[in-house]
């Protein structure tokens, strides 16, 4: 049996113990011998963005004998809504992540969470050009894009033809004629993912994006000034378009990016012949697809695209076009490699081989022309061609207004709410700011 | 009989012991301070600010966001979803296990496997289960195939799609991922209850169902008592299978207090009034579990209870 001395000692052994494995809960940061570890985040869990930044990642550490990085994928929303406001709260766990820009950037900027990179990227500001002000917060540089582009109808041209359209619709009515020769034809025109909220909420975006004037958007996203009887008509323009049945069988529960029973999904699989989404849908397609059947990703063959289509005698400019990129930040407390790192991929070595993977399309010049998909290209002349290119407007406008957007929007898409409740949830929420 | 003074050897195992108490209490106080008390005690002060997780904080507002939430109708929904689900669990999902256990509890071919394979579900990971669901719920998907294989398909829902329908689909795999552990539970319960009681009713020519009735059930209070408390509090505290399964959609027909918390709190990043909403959560439940042990559990517990909450 234990005498006194070795109970005591045991006990306060296990105290040592608990309140060290308390303690043991911070990371590790590099050592005094020049090591250093860079931990960086993105949403491209499946092939070819996967692949390609593990990648990039090994040439990193290979031209950067004293650099380790850590490249962690995770699911979007998780990783927009949950992770890295939490790590940058926490203040550690992730050095480089991705970064949506605009709203989200300037609250993590006020909060002095992110790097200011604006003298270690002057040469890349000038190749990437007028898509990094997203990333850019009062004068300063915050962030660098990878990737910009602007959304549109990706849509099965087979399944077209099988329904007798020859030319995709250039308006509103012309989209609507094609609606009606596919159900006729015993197929679901549009697949939309109203699960995932955002997705449906792009409809009242284009709506909102063809009724105002660039000058009102612009006020709507400094002030928070919805009061332009443009974002009422946006809404009812949306309704019209809901009523008109184009979508999926159960769309409000339909998830945008997971698996073959999302909007993806469905029209990757010949389920649906449209579906209104970024420039990032087609390597969404093919990673779905390389998951159900196995083998390399590989967007379907059958994927055209055309713009958003104009609306007769609306208000907003017509070749005005809704866009949106995804970059990466440095955090306020990550190595100076972190920089080195985030610029070399927006070097136009790593960006030719982000176009040419089909992912998405490169921002910094000089890389454009690794673009090989047709549909791509399509989107890429979209850009050019757009007089106003408008953020996505949750992105813009901050999780705080665009979540309650996107939750009114749904609301209206599940038969729910009217088009002024929108803009009355979207004042609400701006008035708890 | 006069109490002895205390002789030094005793009075000093005393105090030995109460070191040695200390001592081994401390591990679980300090994480039980850290982790539980230290969390709750900074969602009360977040709870009294605008504050959006990252800015300093600093702009104090007060009992606003509690009248916020109140007056949501989202909210007040959550709060709906979360008494229907408690409400439903005990009428419901009770009666059933209850069943199940007394049924297995009789000698049964093959008793063992049924016992396991009831208990599956409960095993499973809440996101494994969810998503499984999840996808086998989806328009066209298994299950749609096999109702329409029986020659059910007039039947077929848009499970999780149909505002007036996923509320009960999501009650649905609530049921079946916890009527296991109501039925594990039951059995255990049964097992305290001695067959002499029923032999003897049966000499006295009681039936089957006269023996449950009057003997086995009212033998298995306590154990019925102890899982409607669990049921309840699990209830009013659901959240993953419900942020996985719908993600409290759609347009918030299967929203509860933990999911609106969630979703206000870190998607829409107002963290002062997801505290907020979090304070009001933990203080519906505090009242559920003090009531509910107070006035139902007395019996069970004796005089120990309104000390200590589990």
């Known amino acids: 049996m234990m005498n006194r001395r070795s109970k005591l000692v045991a006990v306060s052994a296990a105290v040592t113990l608990a309140v060290g494995a308390l303690a043991g809960c911070s990371g590790s940061q590099g050592g005094g011998d020049g090591k250093v570890t860079i931990t960086w985040w993105h949403n491209g869990t499946a092939d070819p963005l996967l692949s390609l930044w593990d990648g990039v990642a090994r040439d990193f550490e290979k031209s950067h004998p004293n650099v380790t990085v850590k490249v962690e994928a995770y699911q979007n929303e998780e990783l927009q809504r949950t992770l890295i406001p939490n790590a940058l709260r926490s203040g550690s766990g992730v050095d480089l992540y991705q970064q949506w820009g605009a709203g989200e950037l300037a609250s993590q900027v006020e909060a002095g969470y992110v790097m200011d990179i604006t003298d270690d990227v002057t040469d890349e500001l000038d190749a990437i050009g007028g898509t990094a002000a997203p990333w850019q917060y009062q004068g300063k540089t915050y962030g660098l894009p990878f990737q910009f582009g602007i959304e549109g109808f990706w849509y099965n041209k087979d399944l077209f033809a099988q329904a007798g359209i020859d030319t995709p619709p250039t308006t509103l009515d012309e989209l609507y004629g094609d609606i009606d020769k596919l159900k006729t034809a015993g197929i679901t025109p549009i697949a939309v993912g109203a699960g995932d909220k955002w997705p449906a909420a792009h409809y009242w975006y284009n709506f909102a994006l063809k009724s105002c004037s660039p000058a009102v958007l612009q006020k709507a996203q400094s002030d928070y000034d919805f009061s332009d009887g443009c974002f009422v008509k946006a809404g009812e323009l949306l309704q019209q378009f809901i009523d008109s049945k184009p979508f999926n069988d159960g769309y409000l529960a339909t998830s945008a990016q997971q698996g073959a029973g999302s909007s993806a999904g469905l029209l990757a699989t010949g389920k649906a012949a449209m579906e209104l989404m970024g420039h990032w849908d087609p390597g969404v397609m093919g990673g779905i697809l390389a998951d159900e059947n196995g083998g390399e990703a590989k967007a379907p063959d059958f994927l055209g695209w055309f713009n958003f289509p104009g609306i007769e005698g609306a208000q907003g400019d017509p070749t005005a076009a809704l866009g949106g990129g995804d970059g990466f930040s440095c955090a306020a407390w990550a190595p100076k490699e972190c920089v080195e790192l985030l610029k070399y991929i927006d070097s136009v070595e790593v960006q030719s081989k982000f176009g040419e993977s089909g992912a998405g399309l490169p921002v910094v010049k000089g890389s454009e022309s690794s673009i090989a998909d047709p549909n791509l290209q399509q989107v890429l002349a979209g850009l050019h061609s757009a007089s106003y290119v408008q953020l996505w407007l949750d992105t813009a406008y901050g999780p705080t207004v665009g979540g309650a957007m996107n939750d009114g929007i749904v609301a209206l898409f599940g038969g729910k709410g009217t088009p002024d409740d929108i803009v009355k949830s979207m004042e609400d929420a701006a008035a708890t700011l | ?310």
């Open chain 2, 1 to 310: 009989m006069t109490a002895a003074p205390l002789t030094r050897p005793l009075r000093r195992s005393r105090r030995r012991g109460r070191a040695l108490i200390i001592g081994f209490l401390a591990p679980a106080l300090v994480v039980y301070l850290t982790f539980v008390l230290l969390p709750v005690g900074l969602a009360a002060v977040y709870s009294f600010f605008n504050w959006n997780g990252l800015s300093a904080l600093d702009r104090f507002i007060g009992f606003d966001n509690y009248a916020r939430a109140l007056a949501d109708p989202v909210f007040q929904g959550a709060i709906g979803h979360n008494l229907a689900i408690v409400g439903l669990s005990l009428l419901i999902q009770g009666p059933i296990a209850i069943g199940v256990a007394l049924l297995l509890n009789r000698p049964l071919r093959g008793r063992t496997i049924i016992r396991l394979l009831i208990f599956v579900p409960y095993v499973l990971s809440e996101v494994i289960a969810g998503l499984a669901w999840k996808l086998l719920l989806q328009p066209d998907g298994p299950v749609d195939g096999v109702l329409q294989g029986m020659g059910l398909g007039g039947v077929v829902q848009l499970w999780l799609a149909d505002q007036n329908v996923v509320f009960w689909t999501l009650f649905f795999v609530l049921c079946w991922k916890y009527l296991g552990f109501a039925i594990i539970l039951f059995l255990a319960g049964l097992q305290g209850v001695p067959d002499e009681l029923s032999e003897a009713a049966q000499i006295d020519g009681a039936t089957w169902w006269q023996t449950q009735r009057h003997i086995t059930i009212p033998l298995l209070g306590p154990t019925i008592r102890i899982w409607a408390f669990l049921s309840i509090i699990g209830s009013l505290q659901l959240f993953d299978m419900v942020w996985i399964l719908t993600g409290g959609g759609p347009v918030n027909a299967t929203t509860t207090m933990a999911t609106y918390m969630v979703q206000y709190g870190f998607q829409r990043s107002q963290l002062g009034y997801g505290s907020a909403v979090a304070v009001i959560l933990f203080i519906v439940s505090l009242i559920f579990a003090l009531l509910y042990q107070r006035f139902i559990l007395r019996r069970d517990f004796g005089a120990s209870l309104t000390r200590g909450v589990s």
